[in-house]
């Protein structure tokens, strides 16, 4: 995001500091400035500036304004932009809202006898200014005049030619089998789910997105529709991902815009095509969604008390610390209302009511954080936190590092991979269909579901013409009785076969070693062969614990299929020459399995059962 600070003290003509200070402020409060330039003697500075997602009300000028009047308590210039009275209309235009549960309100506003040409600098929008120092291209008054609106407030706009609109507007979702072609210039096939600006005959833009080319405004337009509105964040995401679009208008509806900015960007769009000549016809239309109000401009107050503020803060360097001056004058300058709340259980108390463009406070802790952010974080005192007991290790944890360091031994690698995986990959190794977590909005089809194998990160084949073998200790999860449940798991994943003659693929295969819940012994599901996992550990009044080798070698044809415990208390040399002969494909000697299980026990690391339980396998 690129900001002029000669913009910024447009809004700020009280600002005290220079444009070095006020970076440095704003990126110690979060408005973090990655680069600063110097435009030159009177044109101030430009900043490139990181504003993380959940600040789209920083992602303008008048936003980053905001945020230097919380630092510095200086008084903000409220936009103003007069508009010529409006003659009166034969008939109000027609506005209806459809799709009232994505969008929340749509205002509209008839410029006749406009002059589209070339934009100029205004009293209240100093477009061409602005533009040359940001580098923005100049098209024509009514697209600079929109591309104006959010990068001043943040607020996206759009301007139809109002002489190729039939009928009124309505909101809607799109109906099958209807086309619009975009600004770009492409024909879109709509799907039943894209959120729809429409006139009364064909969709004439995506809502949030872009707009139509049939409605442009072009130089013989004379009658301009000054649309602004506000949009579902999920409706525009997914409308803008289903057809491969990403505009400046979408980046912020995405992230939550506010919808009382609507009637001010559309009286400042309005304001700048009327420099040219022309006049506004009837008054602003202005449909609303109640439902949507209240959870977005009219939420409810949220409590906060001092108490709490101070306890969760701590101690600060300054001898007062956080008192109730301080939180009121940060909240205040964030643009909360704060009204005291009366016999507090604890104290002194407020309602505070939230902004409306700030639609990432929801709690008490948020506003904490605001106060903590703008306080200074560099100003609290460097202390730790109590802690009145020692580090005790979680009850599976000597197993599963036994069962790891047996495993490494044998010749395995261990994988740390996400836990994630596709849906197919999900399905495959589940125990029973039915039974993975999708993920609700997963970032990639590679990344669609909840592993529920911890060897998911071990399912790539090899690249290289050897064979694979690894294992993997993570959390994974499964669906039981409709809902995803979560368990530590050691994941085993091993594939390719050596044959006389090279490598060749074969099917993969891999097995978990789960660790179950309290009071249980579970049973280990394996798709290798039944002797390959020869013990399963487990305790009755503890987390079950399970402790397995797999022993790699080979006859100079393949993998052998043999395996055994083996006990964590051997030699380390041992160990090692365990490893090595793994790797280089060798025979092991092996013990019998009642001889490691008792040498095991003799070490007292691992507890087994009485009787090793029948394990169950799977096929692939």
Known sequence: MKILTKWLRSYLPELPVDDLKLAEDLTLRGIAVEGIYDLGPGNGSLYEMDITTNRVDAMNHYGVAREAVAIYGVALKLPEFPLPEPRAATKPFSVAIEADDVCGRFTARVLRDIVIGESRDLPEAAIVTYFKLLEQKQILNAVDATNFAWLAMGQPTHAFDLDKLQGGIIVRRARKGEKLRTLDGVERGLDPDDLVVADHAKPVGLAGVMGGWDTMITPETKNVLVEAAWFDPMAVRRTARRHGLHTDASHRFERGADINAAPVASALVSSILLA?????????????????????????????????????????????????????????????????????????????????????????????????????????????????????????????????????????????????????????????????????????????????????????????????????????????????????????????????????????????????????????????????????????????????????????????????????????????????????????????????????????????????????????
């Open 276 to 620: 040219n000549g022309g006049w506004p016809e009837g008054e602003l239309v202005d449909v609303r969604v109640p439902a949507i109000e209240a959870r977005t401009a009219h939420r409810e107050a949220v409590v906060l008390a001092l108490s709490e503020v101070q306890r969760i803060l701590g101690r600060t360097i300054d001898p007062d610390g956080i008192t109730a001056a301080t939180v009121e004058n940060v909240l205040n300058a964030l643009g909360c209302q704060l009204t005291p709340q009366r016999d507090h259980a604890n104290g002194e108390a407020w309602f505070v009511m939230l902004p409306s463009w700030r639609l990432d406070l929801q709690r008490d802790i948020d506003l904490i954080e605001e106060v903590a952010r703008v306080y200074g974080y560099n100003r609290f005192a460097n202390t730790l936190p109590a802690f009145g007991e020692g580090v005790r290790a979680l009850p599976w944890a000597d197993a599963e590092t036994a069962v790891r360091r047996t495993m490494l031994a044998a010749g395995f690698h261990e994988a740390i991979s996400s836990t994630f995986c596709s849906a197919a990959d999900a399905a495959l190794t589940a125990p029973q269909p039915g039974l993975t977590v999708p993920l609700g909005n997963p970032l990639s089809e590679e990344a669609g579901a909840c592993a529920w194998l911890a060897d998911s990160g071990c399912r790539k084949p090899s690249s290289r013409r050897e064979r694979c073998a690894a294992i993997r200790t993570g959390h994974g999860v499964l669906r039981l009785n409709g809902e995803g449940r979560g368990a530590a798991r050691i994941g085993v994943r091993r594939s390719g076969v050596r044959t006389g003659a090279g490598c060749a693929p074969s099917t993969a295969r891999s097995g978990v070693l789960r660790h179950q819940g309290s009071g249980g012994t579970g049973a280990c599901p394996f798709p290798i062969r039944q002797r390959v996992l020869r013990s399963l550990l487990g305790g009755r009044r503890t987390h079950a614990r399970v402790a397995a080798s797999l022993s790699l070698g080979a006859r100079g044809h393949g993998w052998s299929d043999r395996g055994l415990v083996r006990s964590v208390a051997s030699a380390p040399s041992r160990g090692a020459q365990a490893a090595g002969d793994g790797v280089r494909g060798r025979n092991l000697s092996r013990p019998p399995l009642q001889a490691a299980v008792a040498q095991t026990r003799r070490a007292g690391a691992l507890a087994f059962p009485a009787r090793t339980p029948r394990l169950l396998t799977g096929t692939r």
